[in-house]
């Protein structure tokens, strides 16, 4: 079973860079993160260089963030930004190695930002598809982010289906479906084939998953039975020393 650090969360304390090295110390297969462009990318790729580990993925910018922007791509309006953030996120994916990008949504309902979020998919797809980029969406559960676009795989797969680009994924977040919809276990068998990514994170408290309502040790063996090739994202929130919170990657790695 391979896994990925979400730095986004992990070693979140550190400069990115130190934050890559804590991560191959620690025994990760791979890095991801959310929003590293405050980071000169040259220097993401010489620590990705050092370590040898993949940087996965990566998140659009979401927006004037201290005005509790979540996402631009569905919002009416902001396409222009939307789809410069795109722009963006596939430069810095390029210089970085990445193959994924998660092309975030924002917080709107309703006919024309499913329109628009449509549209704005269609163009990062295409600009992407060049690159050998995938692009991906992830629904996001109503506690952490109220309002957000996309709540469901159903509503992703919908959207997905819209745009029909063969690389649009699904960010499959176990911490956000078991939340919205729960029903792994079946949901990532009958899923598995539109899936770019799956993440993981104990629920309800999005910590490390050795403990809350979904049982991981299952959820793995189950995707590794599946035969799902990619590392998992362990994107949870450590609440302090992330090397504190690692017993469960130990306890996989001598299982
Ligand atoms: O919140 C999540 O689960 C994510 O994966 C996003 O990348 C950050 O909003
Ligand atoms: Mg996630």
């Known amino acids: 079973m391979k896994f990925s650090a979400n730095l986004g969360f992990l070693w979140a304390d550190r400069p990115l860079p130190a934050a890559i090295r804590a991560a191959k110390a620690a025994g990760f297969d791979a890095v991801e993160c959310h929003w590293p462009y405050a980071v000169p990318a040259a220097e993401v790729a010489a620590a990705l260089a050092g370590t040898g580990l993949p940087m996965l993925g990566l998140n659009t910018r979401r927006g004037d963030v201290a005005a509790g922007e979540n996402g631009l791509s569905a919002l009416p309006g902001r396409s222009d930004e ?40 269609d163009y990062a797809c295409r ?39 063969p690389n649009l994924k699904l960010m499959f977040d176990c911490y956000h479906v078991q939340l919205m919809e729960g029903d792994l276990s079946h ?51 450590p609440g302090g020393d992330t090397d504190g919170t690692l017993g469960w990657l130990k306890a996989m790695r001598q299982g």
Do not use: K
């Not at 970085?96 to 309703?110: D, E, K, R």
């Not at 996001?140 to 709540?151: C, Q, V």
């Not at 993440?199 to 403990?211: E, I, K, L, T, Y």
């Open 82 to 121: 939307a789809r410069a953030a795109i722009d963006e996120a596939i430069a810095y994916a390029q210089a970085v190695g990445a193959g994924n990008i998660h092309v975030m949504a924002g917080f709107a309902s309703g006919e024309a930002s499913r329109d628009c979020f449509v549209a704005n998919l």
């Open 187 to 237: 949901r990532l068998e009958t899923l598995l084939r539109r899936i770019g990514h799956i993440q993981f994170a104990s629920v309800p408290d999005r910590g490390a998953p050795d403990h809350g309502e979904v049982n991981f040790a299952h959820v793995f063996a189950l995707v590794r039975a599946l035969g799902w090739p990619e590392p998992l994202g362990a994107e949870y929130r």
């Open 127 to 165: 600009n992407a598809a060049s690159h050998g980029i995938t692009i991906l969406i992830e629904p996001l559960n109503r506690y952490d982010a109220p309002g957000y676009f996309l709540t469901t795989t159903d509503q992703a797969l919908q959207i997905m289906d819209a745009v029909g680009a």
